[in-house]
Nanobody, 122 residues
Framework: QVQLVESGGGLVQAGGSLRLSCAAS????????MAWFRQAPEKEREFVSG???????IYADSVKGRFTISRDNAKNTAYLQMNSLKPEDTAVYYC????????????????WGQGTQVTVSS
C-alpha cells in the first residue's frame, strides 16, 4: 500500500522559512519522482517543484530562487525548503509521486499525501 505523509506546515510571517517533508512507503522510492503541488482556497492545484529519480530538479517560476527541493533515498523522504515566504504562498501543500520523471500535470499522479497547511501572514 502506497503512503505519502507530509509534515512541516504551519503559520509563518512573510519573509520567514518552513521546511516540508514527505515520507513515502509502499514503493521503490529511489525509482520515483517526487513533486510538490499546492492548492489555495477556490483555486486549482498547481505545480510547485519536483525532483526526478536521478536528482534533477524543476521549479515553478513563482518559487524559483526561494524554494529548494531535495530527497534522501536512505530515508524515503523528500523535502521542500521554503525561504522568503510570501502571503501568496499560503495554500495546502501536497506531495505526489510517479515513476522516474516529474510531471507538472496533476492528473499524471496516482498517489498523493493528505496535505499540510502553510499560512504566511503579512
Amino acid at each position: 500500500q502506497v503512503q505519502l505523509v507530509e509534515s512541516g506546515g504551519g503559520l509563518v510571517q512573510a519573509g520567514g522559512s518552513l521546511r516540508l517533508s514527505c515520507a513515502a512507503s509502499g514503493r521503490t522510492f529511489s525509482r520515483d519522482a517526487m513533486a510538490w503541488f499546492r492548492q489555495a482556497p477556490e483555486k486549482e492545484r498547481e505545480f510547485v517543484s519536483g525532483i526526478n529519480w536521478g536528482g534533477s530538479t524543476i521549479y515553478a517560476d513563482s518559487v524559483k530562487g526561494r524554494f529548494t527541493i531535495s530527497r534522501d533515498n536512505a530515508k524515503n523522504t523528500a523535502y521542500l525548503q521554503m525561504n522568503s515566504l510570501k502571503p501568496e504562498d499560503t495554500a495546502v501543500y501536497y506531495c505526489g509521486t510517479r515513476l522516474y520523471y516529474v510531471s507538472s500535470t496533476v492528473d499524471h499522479y496516482a498517489y498523493w499525501g493528505q496535505g499540510t497547511q502553510v499560512t504566511v501572514s503579512s
